[in-house]
């Protein structure tokens, strides 16, 4: 298994382009998420999504759209590119249940990408 | 959402045991206790997890206090390699809410 993949690792954007960070997992994973993580602090969550079709907001949705039409992608579109969206940003996947013997809830990390808004 | 305290940062020499200590008093009855860590520039990785017996696996152990008030991640023989910031996070449903975490440093 690839695991948890993202594209691009770097991008580098001018104040009010758009762009899609692209997420995609081959573990069958039903729950998938964005967090980004700004220098010097924690993970913080964007969007998450329980299952195909089913999209939810985390902590910090302002100016990032989602969409879940498989259950292997989940690609996260940034509308309007702006300095304060400079980040690296993971995506990550679990099994939302019990399954085959996993843990709930052991997420998997993605190797993220570096977003840079000038 | 449930919340953890953690030290903002530990060192420890290398190939000595190293005790990370996380406070979640508010945890509820149906809440793990689950253990991550990201080692520089990569994304965080599962450690280890417990809901109220201790744990062991080939990467550390985790010790769960008896009210389940708190709990430690144990790190046997710490090694270069373990130098991260280690979080300690509750998982009652997904999503898992990360905190700032411990940044642990090891000296050789």
């Known amino acids: 298994n690839a695991g948890v993949t993202q594209t691009p690792k770097f991008q580098v954007l001018k104040t009010g382009q758009s762009m899609t960070l692209q997420c995609a997992q081959d573990m069958n994973h039903e729950y998938m998420s964005w967090y980004r993580q700004d220098p010097g602090m924690g993970l913080r969550l964007i969007h998450y999504s329980v299952g195909a079709g089913i999209t939810d907001q985390g902590e910090v949705p302002n100016g990032y759209n989602v969409s879940r039409s498989t259950t292997e992608d989940f690609p996260l579109r940034l509308l309007s590119a702006a300095p304060s969206q400079t980040s690296v940003y993971f995506c990550?996947?679990?099994?939302?249940?019990?399954?085959?013997?996993?843990?709930?809830?052991?997420?998997?990390f993605g190797p993220g990408t570096r977003l840079t808004v000038l | 959402d449930a919340k953890t305290t953690q030290p903002n940062s530990m060192e420890s020499n290398e190939e000595e045991p190293v005790h990370l200590p996380c406070n979640h008093s508010t945890i509820s009855g149906t809440d793990y206790i689950h253990w991550y860590r990201q080692l520089p520039s990569q994304g965080p990785e599962y450690v280890i997890h417990?809901?109220?017996s201790n744990v062991n696996n080939r990467m550390a152990s985790l010790a769960i206090a008896e009210d389940r008030k708190s709990s430690t991640l144990i790190l046997h023989r710490a090694t270069l390699r373990d130098a991260a910031v280690y979080y300690c996070?509750?998982?009652?449903?997904?999503?898992?809410?990360f905190g700032k975490g411990t940044r642990l440093s090891v000296i050789a």
């Open positions: 990550a996947s679990s099994y939302s249940k019990r399954y085959r013997g996993s843990v709930p809830d052991t997420q998997y």
């Open positions: 417990g809901l109220t």
């Open positions: 996070i509750l998982a009652g449903n997904t999503p898992l809410v």
